[in-house]
């Protein structure tokens, strides 16, 4: 299993000691560096930025937004990453959600998983290079239809040549179509809450994917699961977890609507219903506090790696025997080398 590191989102500015962290990847042996988008900071300057000090780890996007950008304009900034990076660049993709979507973008998100599939067929058609593209889609159509705009566009071609047309690309999924429908069009899957318990459960979806998948597509044996794995480093168990559980609680509690917060939905799959509704009912109450304590040590091990780097070790063993082909480590920067170090990433 490789391991990857996560940078993360920006809360007020550029969070400490991450650029320093990943100028280390290379050195600790670590396979890819991931960096995140809300409503704040971008997910691809960072990436170019920081993956500028690196020369061997891969760079992906976990995740580039489908509302913030065009298709198009995605898969630009994609090739130009990928030629800038020498052929490291993962563009992952994910939906986000609807307060996101209709409140920073101002753009609809009903039905996105059709949105999605129409959003990555334009990003591999731009990749491809084989013809001016053209889309005649529900939520995407190039070019704009004679009767609208000016009658002007036309459909062309990108004007440079992607370094790889079969750079790949990753989508963020938690709801068991959209994990099927993942497995289908994408070359990887970039869970937030996997859980080893749960492994086959997550298979069986993946292998339901699998069998739609077009002729000439990614061979199933070659698609990665890069899963986001939070991780704390302490003297016990208990008082890492305790560093942990905000970020459960923000997810679980504040990163969604009341009846449209997917992520507390992926946590219910799991058998975290009960502890969900408490967390959102404190969260909603405005008490961050009582929210995070809500959050159980179980549901924690059963997602994230805390404790001495002993317990760290211990843990991750349970993940090697399941679909994840790269951890992605979500950690403080200054804990890297040592979490790296205790799950054998060095050299």
């Known amino acids: 299993m490789r391991i ?24 600790l042996g670590i396979d890819s560096v991931w960096t995140a988008e809300a409503y704040g900071s971008d997910a691809f300057t960072p990436l170019a930025w920081w993956g500028a000090t690196t020369s061997t780890v891969r760079l992906g996007t976990a995740v580039a937004q489908i509302a913030a950008r065009t298709p198009t304009a995605t898969a630009m900034a994609a090739l130009t990453l990928d030629h800038l990076s020498g ?9 986000s959600g609807p307060q996101v979507v209709e409140g920073w973008y101002g753009a609809p998100y009903p039905r996105p998983l059709a949105r999605t599939r129409e959003f990555v067929a334009i990003v591999r058609d731009v990749l491809r290079r084989e013809a001016p593209v053209r889309a005649d889609g529900a939520f995407y159509r190039l070019p704009l239809p004679e009767g609208e705009g000016m009658g002007l566009g036309k459909a062309l071609r990108s004007t440079v040549h992607p370094l790889r047309a079969d750079l790949p690309i990753h989508l963020a999924a938690e709801g068991p179509k959209n994990i099927a429908l993942t497995a289908e069009i994408a070359d990887g899957w970039l869970p937030l809450f996997y859980t080893p318990r749960l492994d086959e459960e997550f298979r069986e979806l993946l292998a339901e994917g699998f069998t739609r998948r077009a002729a ?22 208990e008082s890492a977890a305790d560093r942990i559980r905000p970020f459960v ?3 679980a509690g504040g990163m ?6 997917y992520h507390a939905n992926a946590l219910a799959r ?6 969900c509704a408490e967390i959102q009912a404190h ?9 995070a304590a809500a959050v ?9 790696l805390v404790g001495t780097a002993t317990d760290i070790a211990r843990l991750a063993a349970a993940w090697q025997r399941t679909a994840v082909t790269t951890m992605v480590l979500q950690c403080a920067p200054a804990d890297l080398p040592a979490v790296a170090e205790a799950l054998g990433a060095h050299g």
């Open 4 to 27: 990857g590191f996560h940078t993360g989102y920006w809360s007020a500015g550029p969070p400490p000691g991450v650029a320093e962290a990943v100028q280390q990847c290379d050195r």
């Open 296 to 304: 159980p040590t179980e549901l924690v091990l059963d997602v994230a």
């Open 87 to 95: 052929g490291r660049f993962t563009l992952g993709l994910g939906v």
């Open 216 to 237: 000439g597509a990614c061979d199933p044996a070659r698609f990665e699961v890069s899963a986001t794995v939070p991780v704390s480093v302490g003297t016990d168990v």
């Open 249 to 251: 609680a923000l997810y």
């Open 256 to 261: 969604g609507a009341k009846g449209a917060n």
């Open 283 to 291: 969260w909603a109450a405005g008490d961050r506090s009582r929210a």
């Open 270 to 275: 799991l058998g975290y219903a009960d502890a």
